[in-house]
């Protein structure tokens, strides 16, 4: 397979080089969610080597599918926060068991393929200005750092302030501090690769401090058999017909599809892949693939899969092409085998990586007119609504919200396009009964 011609590469500006880093650099941001997944939903009761296997191979799937199909640079997985609804909302929350929580998946899934097949989902991406798009990322950007300072335990949470400054003489504040330095400096001296080295050097020097825990690694124990069996094809359909299934679904089809949407334009808008436009060509294929993705999740026994912020990452260094996500895939199904190997690169190796992608981001921000009001007071509740909700999905309805209303008010509203006040009347709904 001569993948110049499959992926387009040099025809985006990239080589097979570039787009392999950038697959692993992506990756290794995102492995983090092969330790932490498992953890969550093993809480309702499932097998948590079972969901080992299941994120694996339904993030393969989904991200093989933006790869061949999409042809873009981004890596899928099961969402964090989407994990969390599932497992202490649904199922100790709310009492119900992980098998219907699965099949709550697997009808969401079957409900974006419905979306994207009629256009819906591409016709929310296409309806939000150019100005808005380039503030998503910039939120992104703000979220992805501040989720780095969160890893590395240089930010808390304080009772008083809601957070506060950790303790950045700590192993795992020194580990990022360290990896922080490395980076900035190779960025500085235009190392390719410099995110990933930082990566690899960090997880280095997390091993001489405690934090690179390396103890338990042994060549007879770093290779594991996957077994999906406990959680594959795991469904319950008794209580599907009743309200609470309902507002369940309601929730997910919300932060997933915002989710999906605020993450594709921001990582578009850094990898310079928006039209003239600023729409997104492959938006409706990557879309089918996080649809595909979330059936496949549902199959083998997992929360619902959504691209992954983190392929920020891998667009920072240069990946535009859907090799680098095929790299991705297979990295994922190395990790079936090598789990115990995969989960050793700590969060604090890979925070200094996040930071340095949500400057980044935040460089859409340069081209944008602040003096014009009507699109720059939007533009900054969905830059702060990001990070400061904690939610990509609830930034975005902030700055769809008031995009609207202050057209609407300023007597401009035919300037905008009619599929987004449909969407800001659906997110006061939502907002009012939540």
């Not at 469904?235 to 017909?241: A, E, R, T, V």
């Amino acid at each position: 397979m001569d993948l110049n011609t499959c992926f387009k590469i040099k025809e985006k500006g990239s080589t097979v080089r570039t787009e392999i880093l950038a697959g692993v650099t992506t990756f290794m941001t995102m492995a983090y969610i092969l330790a932490v997944n498992p953890a969550i939903l093993s809480a309702t009761g499932m097998d948590i080597g079972s969901v080992f296997a299941a994120t694996a191979i339904s993030s393969a799937i989904a991200t093989i599918i933006m790869a061949f199909y999409a042809n873009l640079p981004i890596g899928l997985a099961p969402g964090m926060g989407i994990n969390a609804f599932f497992a202490y909302s649904v199922c100790l929350g709310m009492g119900y068991s992980w098998q219907f929580g699965l099949t709550i998946v697997l009808i969401e899934g079957f409900i974006f393929v419905f979306l994207t097949i009629t256009n819906l989902r591409e016709s929310i991406l296409n309806c939000i200005p150019i100005p808005l798009k380039k503030a998503i990322s910039a939120g992104i950007g703000l979220f992805i750092a501040f989720i780095g300072l969160q890893a590395s335990g240089i930010v808390v949470d304080h009772p008083a302030t809601l957070v506060s400054m950790g303790h950045i003489a700590s192993p795992t504040g020194f580990v990022t501090v360290i990896g922080l330095l490395a980076a900035s400096i190779m960025l500085v001296k235009k190392v390719k690769g410099a995110l990933l080295y930082s990566i690899l050097f960090a997880t280095l020097v997390g091993a001489f401090v405690g934090v690179t825990k390396i103890d338990s690694l042994s060549v007879s124990n770093f290779v594991s058999l996957p077994n999906v069996a406990p959680t594959f094809w795991q469904f319950d359909f008794s209580k599907i017909l009743s309200i609470d299934t309902f507002i369940i679904l309601s929730t997910l089809l919300f932060v997933d599809l915002f989710d999906t949407v605020g993450t594709l334009v921001g990582v578009a808008t850094k990898g310079n892949m928006l039209d003239e436009q600023g729409h997104l060509p492959q938006a409706k294929q990557a879309f089918f693939a996080d649809a595909i993705g979330s059936i496949a999740a549902a199959v083998f026994g997992t929360s619902a899969v959504t691209s992954f912020v983190e392929s920020a990452s891998g667009v920072a260094v240069g990946g535009r092409t859907g090799l680098a996500a095929l790299v991705i895939a297979v990295l994922f199904l190395l990790s079936l085998f090598l789990s115990p190997l995969f989960i050793l690169i700590p969060s604090a190796a890979t925070a200094p990586t996040l930071i340095i992608v949500g400057l980044f981001m935040i460089s859409s921000l340069k081209d944008v007119d602040f003096d014009d009001y009507a699109l720059s007071i939007p533009m900054f509740v969905t830059i702060i609504g990001i990070p400061l909700t904690y939610s990509i999905a609830h930034g975005i309805a902030w700055g769809i919200i008031s995009y609207v209303f202050t057209f609407l008010f300023i007597g401009r509203i035919k300037e905008v396009h009619p599929l987004a006040t449909i969407l800001a009347l659906i997110f006061i709904i939502k907002f009012m009964f939540e």
